[in-house]
């Protein structure tokens, strides 16, 4: 027996191991197997602290950084390696997703081109023809994913009652398509079987919710990271792109195991919280401002609390016959969700995970996936908004009454209801934006490599009752 945990431990080692003992340059990642996590030999804590690393971590060119079908060209036709519009153009996750902190949003010195794909010589481009998206915060992934999940199990179980009736019946059955309470339009059971999906609005056709990205495109932090390294950095996840996906001799850029726990890693984030002023009457302002926030309208599309029935984040790599869970309220950093008696969970995303159209003055130039126009974009979670600016898709709104300026379309009533306000109501209602914070209760966020014990235990750090999250965090 103890010669086979000898073996398993040195099967760990080596799965985690850097090259430590070569002198000079060399990769700056280890890597995870999968198989590890599989064998249920490391804990969640440790597959989570390989994540952060992933995430926290340069990508050097061992490593794989870079792509040679992309080489990035300057001014004067040099191969750079980096490449601003069409990447790579960074090394790191933490370097796009800072703000305030590890795993937070970015400055718009570090916005994105999506999809773009053209030549990389970006001195002939036309630069308003491209589309620009500033980054966002990843706080409170974890719970966003699992109501998600949750909200797209609604939407199937009612196209699926409607095909059923439909069949059974043999005329068309038309259903209200309700998620959380959310509606998305309407959807018809044919007779043959099928589905007519014409009365869908705010979601893509097959129903699935994405929640990440400003357009609702990416359905999982699974996707998010497999997709994101191999645009900013050129490192390829095995398991979409083989071995050595770009032919740059660097082979199994990013294993599967580094890609779970990148994924969890970023489900345990903490969520943002409610931090009111301390200042008394800036206090009441905040809270007259929530309800004024209500009263216009704002928590139509911005709704305020929708509850996550089971808060767990399950992550089930490809070929695994077992998920790795994350216990959104028991699991992940402070602050964090808290359990209700019934196993429940309250989540105050400020969001109806819908797509809606936001008007002219912020369409894309470009449309992308199958959302209804470039003007239709996921509705914004306002949790931590005020710590994550600048705001908009974009980013272009460096102020909170820029933001709410710039809706228009299905938005503009309330916002005309907005501007309408006296000039009190409309600073109380910033006021209340402005309670949405993200806060540091653990520095290993703060300072990503910071040597301390991986056992801190943040109820045990001297934060102060001024400074705590307790002062009013969501339930």
Partial sequence: MFRQQGMLLGAIAMALALNANAAGDGPNKRHLEQSVIDSGALSLQEIIRHGRHIFAEDFNTHDGFGDPNRPG??????????????????????????KPFVGGAGDNSVNIFPGFNRPDNIDDLAFDNLNVRNSQSIFGAGPKQVLAQEMIAELEATAEQAREE???????????????????????????????????????????????????VIPTLRDFVIGASEQHFGIEAEEQFGEDGDGDGITRELTIGDVTATALFQASLPIPVQILPK??????????????????????CHISEMVIDDPVFRERAPGSVRSTNLNLTRDSFFPRLRRNRNGSANVRLYSDLKRHDLGAAVAEPLLQVDRASVSHFMTLPLWGVASTGPWMHDGRATTLTDAISLHGGEAASVRDAYT????RDRDAVIEFLKTQQVVILDPR????????PEQFDVNQANFGEEDSFAARQNP
């Fill in 166 to 216: 439909a069949e059974a019946s043999g005329v068309e059955v038309t259903l209200p398509l309700f998620a959380k309470g959310v509606s998305f339009g309407s959807i018809t059971g044919l007779p043959d079987g099928t589905l007519d999906t014409n009365g869908v609005e705010g979601v893509a056709k097959d129903l699935r919710i994405r929640p990440f990205n400003t357009a609702g």
């Fill in 73 to 98: 060209i300057n001014s004067v036709g040099e191969a750079t390696g980096f490449n601003r519009v069409s990447g790579p153009d960074s090394v790191a996750c933490a370097a796009c997703h800072n």
């Fill in 420 to 423: 309408a306000l006296n000039s």
């Fill in 445 to 452: 966020l703060l300072i990503p490599n910071l040597p301390l």
């Fill in 279 to 300: 200042d008394r009457r800036l206090r009441r302002e905040a809270l007259r401002g929530e309800r004024v926030f209500g009263e216009i309208g704002c928590t139509n």
